[in-house]
Nanobody
Framework: QVHLVESGGGLVQPGGSLRLSCAAS????????MGWYRQAPGKERELVGT???????NYADSVKGRFTISRDNARNTVDLQMNSLEPEDTAVYYC??????????????WGKGTLVTVSS
């Protein structure tokens, strides 16, 4: 069993900052790419950004220059620092990780999500 648990969501004013964290736990052998996705009300889930085990990052155009992904391989965590937040960033944010478990099986795992609301 593998679990991804997000934390750090909440209400923030436009222009503000918020930091999300995600911790992976369970029968983990190795973690490849980790990332963040989001789903706004009435919209499909979309990529926010990803980070490889070697710390290479990729971001959606809508968040480039404002959001930063980082990870701690020793602690199996991935963070999302969000600056200059806009109302359009309001969404449920999901953590994702490409994980190989102890049996050798490899697949993508998802967290349950954390709500970020940007509003004055």
């Amino acid at each position: 069993q593998v679990h991804l648990v997000e934390s750090g969501g909440g209400l923030v004013q436009p222009g503000g900052s918020l930091r999300l964290s995600c911790a992976a736990s369970g029968s983990i052998w190795s973690i490849n790419a980790m990332g963040w996705y989001r789903q706004a009300p009435g919209k499909e889930r979309e990529l926010v950004g990803t980070i490889t085990s070697g710390a290479s990052t990729n971001y959606a155009d809508s968040v480039k220059g404002r959001f930063t992904i980082s990870r701690d391989n020793a602690r199996n965590t991935v963070d999302l620092q969000m600056n200059s937040l806009e109302p359009e960033d309001t969404a449920v944010y999901y953590c994702n990780a490409d994980i190989r478990i102890l049996s050798g099986y490899r697949t993508n795992y998802w967290g349950k999500g954390t709500l970020v609301t940007v509003s004055s």
